[in-house]
Structures are given as C-alpha cells and as structure tokens.
C-alpha cells in the first residue's frame, strides 16, 4: 500500500503544482486589466418560480475596485460598486448602501471584485480556491471558509480563458442559483 501512496504522490504532485502555476499566471494576467466593458446575460434559478428571471446589460470594471451593472433589459437599472460603497439607480430611485454595514453581501461582491483585480489572497481570506484546467481553458471554484457564509452560499464558479470570465454561476445552499455569461468586449 506504501507503494501506491508514493506512487500517487509522485504523480499527482506535479500537476497540484502545474494548478497552483496556472492559477497563478491567471491572477496575474487579471491583476494587469485596468478597464473592461462587457455584455452580460443573467439567469436566475429561483425553485418558486417555473422559470428563471432573465436580465441583460453590460459590466463595466476599472481597476482596482470600481464594478458597474447597467442593466438594460427587462428594467434599466444601474448597480456601482466602488470603494465600499454601492450606489443603485433604479428608475426615479437612488439607494446607496455602505457595505460595512451588510456584511453578509460582502463576500459576493468581493469575489468578482477580487477575482477581476487577480488578488488572490483577498479571495483566500474569504474562499477556498480550486482551480482546474489551464490557463487557456480554466475553471475557478469559490467556496466560502466562514460556516455562517455557507449557510446561505455553497460555491461560486468562475469560467473563462487566459485574462477572460465568460461566466459566474452562484450556487445558493438553497438550491438557488444565478448564472451569469459575459459576452464580448463592447467597442467604446
């Protein structure tokens, strides 16, 4: 049996460190990004509802903190988050909330926030990280360290290419789920 445990090891090592080599290409290949503007579709699996809530728009980035959601369809909407804070436009209204004060939203937003800024350690304060695949074709799998955080979100996964997300699923612990897929760059 000693054997075949060595023998594992001895293969399996290598590829846990060609993982932990592309994740780390892959955050630094994010962390250079200072601007994007993209297109987005949103699902959202709700198990009251017979089918999901569709939404579309665009996202906009610029590093290090500065995430905006327009979204254009079915109701336009503006969603800002930047520097704690997030301000939504929604119709004639206008909300802001600083996010101290919801702790419990924290974790979802840091995880794009962090994720697109390529700090990898803000995302391991917060998450367990798993990566697969390479760095052409990867798959990031977010799940929360904090018990009471796992109450309410089981995992996030993040797909993309090289310094691309083309999708965000939010699997809730509920049995919930979002699915977001970033389509292309919008020309400006």
């Given at each position: 049996?000693?054997?075949?445990?060595?023998?594992?090891?001895?293969?399996?090592?290598?590829?846990?460190?060609?993982?932990?080599?592309?994740?780390?290409?892959?955050?630094?290949?994010?962390?250079?990004?200072?601007?994007?503007?993209?297109?987005?579709?949103?699902?959202?699996?709700i198990a009251m509802?017979?089918?999901?809530?569709?939404?579309?728009?665009?996202?906009?980035?610029?590093?290090?903190?500065?995430?905006?959601?327009?979204?254009?369809?079915?109701?336009?909407?503006?969603?800002?988050?930047?520097?704690?804070?997030?301000?939504?436009?929604?119709?004639?209204?206008?909300?802001?909330?600083d996010l101290r004060?919801?702790?419990?939203?924290?974790?979802?937003?840091?995880?794009?926030?962090?994720?697109?800024?390529?700090?990898?350690?803000?995302?391991?304060?917060?998450?367990?990280?798993?990566?697969?695949?390479?760095?052409?074709?990867?798959?990031?799998?977010?799940?929360?360290?904090?018990?009471?955080?796992?109450?309410?979100?089981?995992?996030?996964?993040?797909?993309?290419?090289?310094?691309?997300?083309?999708?965000?699923?939010?699997?809730?612990?509920?049995?919930?789920?979002?699915?977001?897929?970033?389509?292309?760059?919008?020309?400006?």
């Amino acid at each position: 049996m000693k054997i075949i445990g060595i023998l594992a090891l001895a293969v399996l090592a290598p590829l846990a460190h060609a993982a932990d080599s592309d994740l780390d290409r892959l955050m630094s290949a994010l962390s250079q990004r200072k601007h994007g503007h993209v297109t987005f579709v949103e699902e959202k699996h709700i198990a009251m509802l017979d089918k999901p809530v569709k939404s579309s728009g665009e996202l906009l980035y610029d590093a290090p903190d500065r995430l905006e959601q327009r979204t254009l369809t079915p109701k336009r909407e503006s969603l800002v988050l930047q520097n704690g804070v997030v301000t939504v436009d929604r119709g004639k209204r206008h909300y802001t909330l600083d996010l101290r004060q919801y702790p419990q939203v924290v974790p979802f937003i840091e995880s794009i926030r962090a994720t697109l800024a390529g700090d990898r350690a803000a995302l391991e304060r917060v998450f367990h990280l798993s990566f697969a695949g390479s760095f052409d074709m990867w798959t990031l799998t977010l799940v929360p360290l904090d018990s009471k955080l796992s109450g309410s979100l089981k995992q996030i996964a993040l797909e993309g290419t090289q310094d691309s997300i083309h999708q965000v699923e939010i699997l809730q612990s509920d049995g919930d789920r979002s699915v977001l897929t970033i389509g292309p760059a919008v020309t400006e």
